[in-house]
């Protein structure tokens, strides 16, 4: 039996190669570095995620397989990279200060999130189940751990301890469900098991279907659809919040980016049925993620809630499907990044020593009191609701456009609605900056300011016009990231 | 063979659901063991028999000793031996936990459900060759990629065990809130 690797199949894994070597250097850097300068460990952990960005530039269009067929760097993986680096950098940015002022383990924080990025980069690009669930174990056990730094809040723990237990029960599901699969196919590779479900007699075979049935509702928790979203408020109102800025945008692309490879490439002769599912699963999490958030007083909380609602939109488009659809949801998941990192930016901003300033009334006149976060956080609230010449309403539009091309006439009709309910509650917070003066409890002057908390809320804002008034870029790397996907099945 | 798949299936089923009820920690324990070696059993019934000298190594062996000790250094104490109190949130759990089981048998029991086509490394071939070779030519070959980043999520673990359990090192290092 021959076996050789060569350059390629290294190239292939390069940026997620670079990303744990680094996580390593950062954790001796801590160790060994002179006087535990957090400023010096943010800096090479941002260092590191440009390179594995430039990596995965130089690496487009090539489309390169590598270790027999388990991880690929085609189009499709190499945009959702790109999506989880600006995750991670604009994270990185926004946590300076707060990981100082909190003391929360440095090196370890950072080599964590390293970790975490490289875990998801391999999520989108496996094309072998046992890779797709290394991957994300390996986020998931980076992701608890992130939750539970601030040790001494005690509602640091609680979220830490939630989403742990939860998430393991998930991620049972889940492997049972790919277990089920290889039990019906014979195989864990996702083309293979295309291949074989072409066959009829394993295409009737039920331990397929219910192996199907478990993957969803395994990466449903993950994601945090309805109704396995149970975790979500409470893990993300406890956790630190540049962490919740994190998991609120990075680990959902990277389950979607999973998902839609083993639906899509995997599972394609199960379309039908499998998109029936996700119908009924998508409007169900849109109606109650917009929902509950009208009812949320603390920020925080609300925002968890809406990124409930914004998965529900990235699953119409994977509903929907096609070239169209999953390039919607690939400009989605960048638009929302930048939106949603940008917000909790605001609030990290915001946040004075010990204190965290995260309910309606704390922002009550602070448009006056800061113009400048006044008019960022006005931005990023027009793109979460989205109002045209931002990047929020770019996406919806990218997502509604291709559904009504492809006739799901009632599910457009049903996101449109939501859409209407939730700028009642994105557009309450501009109400109570820039309406009601500024009271007693209520944040009275400027926070302090950080220029990598600046660069990185100005880098999101920049970033939400950009999507908004030029989509046409990213919608072609969007489209072209999907080519490959589509044109097989 | 059959009879002794489903003995050491039923065993396996009664130390996890044990380890659920009974309150005491060394108990736990112990029926956590049982359930390991049911499974290493299992495992060797599947003619694997690499799997299940792991499986007995690390897990009824390393794994079983390190609770033990935690267990042993924390000295917990339980007046209550079971743990039997039902609420609504658990009947619930029961009952989705009895849907899914009933599915589960009801797909494996239909006409259409068989196993799908077997790949390259049939029971016969691994029985020639060696269960513990091909495992391992295998892990060394094919499947390299997820063999050496699995050291990656191990890093991770033990980095989590020293962020969330290391004793606080100095007062002002740590946050005040």
Redesign the interface.
């Known amino acids: 039996m021959n076996f050789s690797l060569s350059a390629t199949d290294f190239l292939t894994i390069l940026p997620e190669l670079i990303l744990c070597g680094m996580g390593m250097v950062v954790l001796l850097f801590d160790l060994f570095g002179s006087g535990r300068n957090t400023a010096n460990l943010a800096w090479l952990t941002l260092l590191s995620l440009l390179a594995a960005g430039y990596a995965d530039i130089t690496m487009m269009g090539q489309n390169l397989m590598g270790f027999s067929g388990t991880v690929t760097a085609d189009d499709f993986s190499i945009a959702f990279e790109l999506i989880f680096l600006s995750v991670t950098a604009l994270t990185v940015l926004l946590s300076t200060r707060y990981v100082h002022e909190r003391g929360m383990g440095y090196g370890e924080y950072y080599s964590l999130l390293l970790f975490a990025t490289a875990g998801m980069m391999l999520m989108a690009s496996s094309l072998d189940m046992l890779m797709i669930f290394i991957g994300l174990e390996i986020l998931s056990l980076s992701s608890y751990i992130l939750c539970g730094m601030l040790r001494r809040d005690a509602r640091s723990n609680e979220s830490a301890l939630k989403y742990f237990l939860l998430g393991a029960f998930a991620t049972g599901f889940l492997l049972y469900g790919m277990m089920l699969l290889y039990g019906a196919t014979g195989t864990i590779r996702l083309r293979e098991i295309a291949e074989a479900l072409r066959h009829e007699e394993v295409f009737v075979n039920p331990i397929a279907w219910m192996g199907m049935g478990m993957i969803l509702v395994g990466f449903g928790f993950k994601i945090a659809l309805v109704p396995f979203h149970m975790w979500t408020p409470d893990v993300y109102e406890g956790a630190p919040t540049t962490v919740t800025a994190f998991l609120s945008s990075g680990p959902k692309a990277a389950s979607f980016a999973a998902l839609i490879r083993i639906l899509v490439e995997g599972l394609s002769p199960m379309q039908e049925q499998w998109s029936q599912v996700l119908w009924v699963l998508a409007v169900i999490t849109m109606t109650l993620g917009n929902v509950v958030a009208l009812q949320q007083d603390n920020i925080k909380r609300m925002l968890a809630y809406s990124s409930i609602a914004h998965a529900g939109y990235i699953l119409v488009a994977v509903v929907v499907g096609g070239a169209e659809g999953l390039g919607a949801v690939v400009f989605y998941a960048l638009a929302y990044t930048f939106m949603n990192t940008g917000a909790f930016g605001v609030l990290i901003l915001t946040a004075d020593r010990g204190r965290e300033r995260l309910t309606f009334e704390d922002f009550r006149g602070f448009g006056f009191v800061s113009p400048a976060l006044g008019v960022a956080m006005f931005i990023f609230m027009l793109s979460l609701a989205g109002i045209p010449l931002t990047g929020g309403f770019a996406g919806k539009f990218q997502i509604f456009k291709s559904a009504i091309d492809q006739g799901y006439i009632w599910l457009t009709v049903i996101g449109m609605l939501n859409s209407v309910v939730s700028i009642y509650y994105y557009l309450r917070i501009v109400v109570v900056m820039y309406m009601q003066p500024a009271g007693d409890d209520s944040l009275q002057e400027p926070p302090r300011a950080s220029i990598p908390l600046y660069t990185a809320i100005a880098l999101a804002a920049a970033g939400v016009i950009y999507l908004g008034i030029f989509p046409s870029g990213w919608i072609g790397i969007s489209l072209q990231s999907v080519s490959l996907l589509t044109a097989g099945g | 063979m059959e009879v002794f798949f489903y003995l050491f299936a039923v065993l396996a089923t009664v130390g996890a659901v044990s380890v659920l009820l009974i309150r005491s920690p060394v108990y736990c324990a112990l029926a956590l063991v049982g359930t390991f070696f049911c499974l290493a059993a299992i495992y060797v019934l599947l003619s694997s028999e690499f799997v299940a000298a792991v499986q007995l190594l690390v897990y009824a062996g390393a794994i079983m000793v390190l609770f033990l000790f935690v267990i042993m250094l924390l000295n917990l104490k339980s007046d209550q031996p079971f743990a039997l109190k039902f609420s609504i949130p658990k009947i619930i759990g029961l009952a989705v936990t009895v849907g899914i089981l009933a599915?589960?048998i009801g797909?494996?029991n239909?006409p259409?459900?068989?196993?799908?086509?077997?790949?390259e490394y049939t029971i016969e071939r691994v029985s020639a060759e060696g269960a513990t070779e091909v495992v391992g030519?295998l892990l060394f070959?094919?499947?390299?990629?997820?063999f050496e980043?699995?050291s990656?999520?191990l890093?991770?673990?033990v980095?989590?065990a020293?962020?969330?359990a290391k004793r606080?090192v100095a007062s002002?290092?740590?946050?005040?809130?």
Do not use: D
Not at chain 2, 112 to 119: C, D, L, R, T, Y
Not at chain 2, 141 to 146: A, G, I, R
Not at chain 2, 172 to 177: I, K, M, T
């Open positions: 599915q589960l797909v494996l239909s259409a459900a068989k196993v799908g086509p077997s790949g030519r070959t094919e499947y390299v990629l997820p980043i699995i990656i999520l890093l991770v673990a980095i989590g020293v962020v969330l606080y002002g290092e740590e946050e005040s809130g």
